[in-house]
């Protein structure tokens, strides 16, 4: 009877221990840069986020746990994007996909840093992110100071027969990639003739456009996000006003064509290089078509592969843990739909770099 009551308690320990792991999650949080209802950009980011844990779930997920993912809305902001981090990190993820904004990834890391959560942002290109971020961050795309390198190379040369201006909001991103692009037009020998700060989220830029009409602008740099922007470009358009517009990575969002319209057409701008006629994007491309996205994103595509990353460095080592994980981003190379991505000491990806894209009608179009 003892012998028949032990394989008994075995048999069930087996059950519960099987039961146990099949029904075993681990939680991904994915921060989102507003509300996917009314931003392109954040509907773009939650579908290729979805896509991918889709994936991993479909090849028995990673160490055996199906993958759960979890949104916030950081609002691409900072104080937003510290709540919405300790609300992540409450709920228990060991890994964060994003953030999508510098000035929201930057404040964020501190949260995930002192919580052991390891954070790897798709997009987010401030170089303070790596430069006085802790061992937990990481990121796949280039650094916006690149960005403001090949701006100042084309302002300058657009300098010879145009006034300058250089504009920005203030926020991380914006004003990083514009202070970038104002130091290196400078050490060519070019002085811009306005140099601006603009608030984000106003109704109208009259003033700022005034300004800029009145010092005879012809070629204006903005950094800044695609809202603001678009509007910017409208608003001068509407008052007979078209300077040639150049921006960085933040004009990549179908968001700026919404709100520009045809005044956006032609605008330059710098973004990651393109992989999405790769043969390695093929598929995500398909799948986030029939998924209803009519034209993914570069950035879709990005967001993506940050989850390939974290799950191939994952299995090998065996383990969720941050300073696992973290020692195998640094010391090895990962194949992902954007191509083969390894990290630098920071966390900054290498091999990484922009393209020069230009908005047409029917979208972005890259110059290479």
């Known amino acids: 009877m003892k012998n028949i009551y032990l394989i008994l308690i075995s048999a069930l320990t087996l059950v519960t221990a099987l039961s146990s792991a099949a029904g075993a999650e681990v939680l991904i949080g994915v921060p989102l840069a507003g509300d996917p209802a009314t931003s392109d950009y954040s509907k773009l980011t939650q579908a290729s986020a979805e896509l991918a844990a889709a994936d991993l779930n479909a090849k028995g997920g990673v160490l055996g746990q199906q993958v759960r993912l979890i949104f916030d809305n950081d609002e691409c902001k900072g104080d937003p994007a510290v709540a919405a981090a300790k609300r992540l990190v409450d709920q228990g993820v060991v890994f964060v996909a994003g953030h999508v904004c510098s000035g929201a990834a930057i404040p964020a890391s501190k949260v995930y840093e002192e919580a052991g959560v390891l954070m790897i942002s798709p997009t987010a290109s401030n170089p303070r ?35 300058i201006a250089i504009l920005h909001d203030g926020e991380a991103y914006g004003q990083g990639v514009a202070e970038s692009t104002k130091a290196y037009l400078n050490r060519m020998g070019v002085q811009e003739a306005l140099f601006e700060q603009y608030a984000p989220g106003q109704d109208d830029y009259l003033d700022l456009i005034a300004k800029m009409q009145g010092a005879g602008i012809g070629v204006v740099y903005i950094g800044g996000y695609q809202e603001e922007i678009g509007l910017i470009i409208r608003q001068a358009k509407e008052q007979g006003y078209e300077p040639k517009l150049v921006s960085g990575s933040g004009l990549i969002s179908p968001d700026f064509a919404d709100t520009a319209g045809p005044a956006g ?25 029939a998924a209803g996205i009519e034209e993914p994103t570069i950035d879709a595509v990005y967001g993506y ?43 900054d990806v290498t091999g990484s770099g922009f393209d020069w894209f230009v908005w047409t009608k029917d979208g972005p179009v890259s110059e290479g």
Do not use: Y
Not at 268 to 288: H, K, N, W, Y
């Open 265 to 289: 057409e032609g605008a330059r701008f710098t973004a990651q290089r393109d992989p999405r006629g790769s043969e390695e994007a093929a598929g995500v491309m398909t799948a986030l078509r």
């Open 305 to 347: 592969a940050v989850f390939q990353v974290w799950a191939q460095a994952a299995e090998a080592a065996g383990s969720f843990d941050l300073g696992a994980v973290a020692k195998v981003l640094h010391d090895q190379e990962f194949d992902t739909v954007v191509g083969k991505i390894a990290f630098d000491g920071k966390g």
């Open 129 to 163: 992110l790596t430069d006085e971020g802790g061992d937990n961050v990481f990121r796949i795309c280039g650094r916006s100071d690149q960005e403001g390198q090949m701006a100042a190379s084309l302002l300058a040369d657009e300098g010879h027969d145009a006034k």
